[in-house]
Structures are given as C-alpha cells and as structure tokens.
C-alpha cells in the first residue's frame, strides 16, 4: 500500500503494514503547514522537546516505536500483554487517555461469543467522621464485590472485570478520570434508608456507614455493584424494567424492593443480564459514561464548610427505595 502526502517527494512513505500506518501517523500530525510549533500533537498530546517523547501523564510514549517508557502500573492485570505496548497493540479499537489505562475491551470468540475486558480505575476516599474505618480492608472489598458480580459467562458474552483502586487521604490526590468511592457519613443522604447513592453516568458513588459495615463483614455484597451499574448508565431494574431480566435475582434491582418482596438473602442477591451487559458497552462506545467527575464544578465532595452541587446530584432520587 502507498499513501501519498503532498508532492514533495520526502513526503512519500510506503506502509507495508497496519503497525506501520499507525507509526507513521503519529509523525503525519507534525507535517503541518501552520508556520507555529505547537506542542500538542498526537493524541492531542504534548511532546517534550528534549526527548522527542510524549507526555501522557502517568508516562512517556516513544512515538518512532510505539511504546512506553516505563511498565504499565497495572501490568500485573494483564498478563497476556506486555506492559509496554500502547492500548494492548490495538490503537484502532482502544484509546489510552493518560498512559495508566484502558476502559473496555470487546473481541469475539471462535464460538461466537463476545469477550468482554471492563477495567475500572479510582480512589477511595474517607470523607466521614468515623477515621478508624480500615480504609484499606474497605477498598479490598470494593473491589472484590465489583470483580466477583462483573465476571462471569453466559450465552453472549465471556466478561472480566478489573479493578484497580488507590487509597486517597486528599481531594487533590483525586484525577479528573477517576471513579470516586466517597466514604460519607448518612446526613450526607436524605434519608436514613440510605446505604449509598451515585450519580447516573457519573464517576462518583457516595458509600455511607451501614454499607461500609457491611461491607466489612460481608453481609452486604450487592450495595457497591449495584451503584457502580449506575454510574455505566444502568437504572434500577424494578422502575425500569423492559421484561428481559428476574426482578428477584438481578443485581440493578433496588434492595428495598427485594427486602419489601421477602426475597431470601436479599442483601446479596445480584447477578446481571446480556442486555444490561450490551447496554454497558452501547454506553461506553457512545459517550454516555465517565461524563461527571466529583472533583470538577458538579462535585458533591464536601472540603471543610464548601460544597458544590448540581442538580443531576438528585436525579432519580425519588425513584429509588433504600439500597
């Protein structure tokens, strides 16, 4: 394959490969006629003058060889590749915003079935009053809860999910891109029913004390999932339900509504369907997720007296029965 860029002869490059072509058009971006040099290239990134590297924020990319300069820090998740290829050698379908992740991942099996990589990346913060909560066992169990209800076979789809959550003790630890598990105390919500709250398509979820409690000693283990389907654009399944998924066994479904029906173990019923799992990805693929970080000007993180609000903050309120 030729591609031809001008008339100038210097500017002919002969691509014999897919990798090739993404190589050179890391280096297309800076042949441009605007007499300024802007810093910002590929990616929209910026490139350091002194190393001919550009700058992603958790590290440097060698854009003539189209890998990074330092291991990726959640290689140890993935295995299968190596920690210094860009977007898992796959820079058509996926997209690394700041060097340290990717979101997710869909590629079909010989079977026919779809394979489904979700990563999600955040912070949990303790924002209560209580400071002798086990911030660390908290965060363990967040992400044991998520990966436990978010991986699974069936039918459709082969799904993995991978979290990958840090402990914050400051508001200016938190990234714009972050998923925010708020520890709260409950005069954060507007009733007491409250276990915890999120914002739809958002990247804040609000845990209050009874669903850390549980949390702790294991006898809630649908709270925090269930929140997280929130923030993928999922709604509680009993308001919303289109007929395709057990209103008795489905994770989306709101625990008081569970707890009202005399559903047996209700606190750690969940499970999720094909179409919520679609859904997910129809989300993600159009934009309609990661849209509300807690720690621009919609936040509901308090800092001492100052709280900024949005009206979003209240969206679906009264649909939604405790958790």
């Given at each position: 394959?030729?591609?031809?860029?001008?008339?100038?002869?210097?500017?002919?490059?002969?691509?014999?490969?897919?990798?090739?072509?993404?190589?050179?058009?890391?280096?297309?971006?800076?042949?441009?006629?605007?007499?300024?040099?802007l810093?910002?290239k590929?990616?929209?990134?910026?490139?350091?003058?002194?190393?001919?590297?550009?700058?992603?924020?958790?590290?440097?990319?060698n854009?003539?060889?189209?890998?990074?300069?330092?291991?990726?820090?959640?290689?140890?998740?993935?295995v299968?590749?190596?920690?210094?290829?860009f977007?898992?050698?796959n820079?058509?379908?996926?997209?690394?915003?700041?060097?340290?992740?990717?979101?997710?991942?869909?590629?079909?099996?010989?079977?026919?079935?779809?394979?489904?990589?979700?990563?999600?990346?955040?912070?949990?913060?303790?924002?209560?009053?209580?400071?002798?909560?086990?911030?660390?066992?908290?965060?363990?169990?967040?992400?044991?809860?998520?990966?436990?209800?978010?991986?699974?076979?069936?039918?459709?789809?082969?799904?993995?999910?991978?979290?990958?959550?840090?402990?914050?003790?400051?508001?200016?630890?938190?990234?714009?891109?972050?998923?925010?598990?708020?520890?709260?105390?409950?005069?954060?919500?507007?009733?007491?029913?409250?276990?915890?709250?999120?914002?739809?398509?958002?990247?804040?979820?609000?845990?209050?004390?009874?669903?850390?409690?549980?949390?702790?000693?294991?006898?809630?283990?649908?709270?925090?999932?269930?929140?997280?389907?929130?923030?993928?654009g999922?709604?509680d399944?009993?308001?919303?339900?289109?007929?395709?998924?057990?209103?008795?066994?489905?994770?989306?479904?709101q625990?008081?509504?569970?707890?009202?029906?005399?559903?047996?173990?209700?606190?750690?019923?969940?499970?999720?369907?094909?179409?919520?799992?679609?859904?997910?990805?129809?989300?993600?693929?159009?934009?309609?997720?990661?849209r509300?970080?807690?720690?621009?000007?919609?936040?509901?993180?308090?800092?001492?007296?100052?709280?900024?609000?949005?009206?979003?903050?209240?969206?679906?309120?009264?649909?939604?029965?405790?958790?």
């Amino acid at each position: 394959m030729r591609v031809t860029v001008g008339t100038d002869v210097s500017h002919i490059y002969v691509l014999t490969s897919p990798q090739t072509l993404f190589l050179r058009s890391k280096l297309l971006v800076d042949e441009h006629s605007c007499s300024e040099d802007l810093p910002y290239k590929f990616n929209g990134k910026e490139m350091d003058e002194e190393t001919g590297l550009y700058y992603y924020g958790a590290r440097y990319m060698n854009p003539m060889a189209s890998i990074w300069y330092g291991v990726d820090a959640f290689a140890e998740k993935y295995v299968e590749s190596s920690g210094y290829v860009f977007c898992i050698d796959n820079p058509i379908k996926l997209i690394d915003s700041d060097g340290n992740k990717w979101d997710i991942h869909t590629s079909k099996n010989k079977d026919g079935k779809t394979n489904v990589l979700i990563t999600v990346t955040g912070v949990v913060y303790n924002n209560s009053s209580d400071k002798k909560i086990n911030i660390n066992k908290v965060r363990d169990q967040i992400k044991a809860q998520i990966e436990s209800r978010y991986t699974f076979s069936s039918k459709k789809y082969n799904v993995k999910t991978n979290i990958n959550l840090r402990v914050v003790n400051s508001v200016e630890d938190i990234q714009k891109d972050d998923h925010v598990f708020e520890i709260v105390d409950q005069n954060r919500f507007e009733s007491n029913s409250i276990l915890a709250n999120s914002d739809i398509n958002g990247l804040h979820i609000r845990v209050g004390p009874r669903a850390v409690k549980g949390l702790l000693n294991g006898s809630n283990t649908r709270t925090i999932p269930h929140e997280l389907g929130h923030s993928a654009g999922l709604d509680d399944a009993n308001i919303e339900n289109n007929g395709t998924v057990n209103l008795y066994s489905n994770l989306m479904t709101q625990t008081g509504y569970l707890r009202h029906n005399h559903v047996h173990n209700y606190a750690n019923v969940g499970k999720l369907e094909d179409s919520q799992i679609q859904s997910i990805i129809h989300n993600y693929n159009t934009g309609q997720i990661n849209r509300r970080s807690p720690i621009s000007n919609h936040i509901g993180i308090r800092i001492g007296t100052m709280s900024w609000t949005s009206s979003f903050l209240k969206m679906y309120t009264y649909k939604r029965l405790s958790r």
